[in-house]
């Protein structure tokens, strides 16, 4: 199932995409009477509540799509989109290429640069689709990568690669925009007044 967030009559709604069209899951849970709506109240929500909500999510747009319950689908056109997950709790990026951007160039890579590399991207730089993306004048390279996101659905903690695959809940794509010139620098340089 295709999961995204839309904002319809000025609400943010959690929606199903299928064959051009967005079905209000709340909504379609309410009118086929397969589910709790409150558990479409966001797509956090949603995924919160397991394998369960999609069984029943997909039980509710068959049901609402063979009843021809018009209101809960709308023309993916006529929408807008967000974010799929507007606010998200954590963003981090863990880089592990051999193939760079920009040109397609092999890297050299020094000792220590396969190493993981996390970073934090707090949820008040995510947009949406057609949204503006914002730069501030201090970044000298802004830069973007296409990237593959890993939604977890999942808590967990030294998890065995085999089992990995049980906190995934899902995928979709964004582009992540950097400013190069911090993510190349080695160390950010510290002021004598930098206290920890």
């Given at each position: 199932m295709k999961l995204a967030t839309l904002i319809w009559k000025n609400a943010e709604?959690?929606?199903?995409?299928?064959?051009?069209?967005?079905y209000d899951l709340a909504g379609c849970l309410k009118a086929s009477g397969k589910g709790d709506p409150a558990m479409a109240a966001s797509v956090?929500?949603?995924?919160a509540a397991g394998?369960?909500?999609?069984?029943?999510?997909?039980?509710?747009?068959?049901?609402?799509?063979?009843?021809?319950?018009?209101?809960e689908a709308h023309p993916l056109d006529q929408?807008?989109?967000?974010?799929?997950?507007?606010?998200?709790?954590?963003?981090?990026?863990?880089?592990?290429?051999?193939?760079?951007?920009?040109?397609?160039?092999?890297?050299?890579?020094?000792?220590?640069?396969d190493d993981p590399r996390f970073f934090i991207k707090p949820h008040t730089v995510v947009v949406g689709p057609g949204d503006p993306i914002r730069i501030p004048p201090s970044a000298a390279w802004a830069d973007w990568e296409l990237e593959l996101a890993v939604v977890i659905g999942k808590a967990g903690r030294d998890i065995a690669a085999d089992r990995a695959a049980e906190h995934i809940a899902g995928?979709?794509?964004?582009?992540?925009?950097?400013?190069?010139?911090l993510?190349?620098?080695?160390?950010?340089?510290?002021?004598?007044?930098?206290t920890f």
């Open positions: 709604r959690v929606g199903a995409i299928a064959e051009g069209h967005i956090a929500a949603f995924l394998p369960i909500a999609l069984d029943r999510a997909a039980e509710a747009v068959v049901w609402v799509q063979a009843h021809g319950v018009e209101r929408v807008k989109l967000l974010a799929p997950i507007p606010r998200l709790e954590n963003c981090c990026v863990w880089r592990q290429l051999r193939r760079s951007h920009p040109g397609g160039r092999w890297n050299v890579r020094r000792q220590g640069e995928y979709t794509i964004f582009n992540d925009i950097s400013a190069r010139e993510t190349f620098r080695q160390a950010l340089p510290l002021s004598p007044e930098t």
